[in-house]
């Protein structure tokens, strides 16, 4: 009997860390995939984006993308604005070779992700089928 007394006194010391939608104001990790593109935006794949086909560039206060020498420039950009980084994945498209870095913010509401990032859709990847 003080064994099972004991479990269930043990189970309700338990704090739970994962944010749970029923507990607003309570912090969480916001991910998004960070690219430096050959022309030299600074790439930004949020969540919301991947429905759509459109993908983020960072641009200045007149909307006007920023050019970046780096992936490295990209990722201080980014850490200066309370973002974290966490690993970088290689890989190729059309034959080139890309650095895709994931990136984390601890956030209590998604609208806390973009702040002090200026960012606009540029072109999406999905397209509308011909007619015929």
Request: aromatic fraction near 10%; include cysteine.
């Amino acid at each position: 009997m003080r064994k099972i007394l004991l479990l269930i006194v043990l189970c309700c010391s338990i704090n739970a860390s994962a944010q749970r939608i029923d507990k607003p104001g309570e912090t969480y990790d916001y991910f998004c995939n960070v690219q430096h593109s050959v022309d030299g935006e600074g790439i930004v794949y949020m969540p919301e984006y991947d429905k759509s086909g459109n993908y983020l560039i960072i641009c200045d206060s007149i909307e006007n993308p920023l050019k970046f020498n780096s992936l490295g420039s990209v990722l201080v950009y980014m850490s200066k604005r309370g973002w974290e980084y966490i690993d970088t994945e290689h890989s190729k498209a059309f034959g080139l070779p890309i650095a895709i870095a994931l990136m984390k913010k601890r956030v209590t509401d998604d609208s806390q992700a973009m702040e002090y990032l200026r960012l606009k859709p540029k072109y999406g990847t999905k397209r509308k089928k011909k007619e015929d």
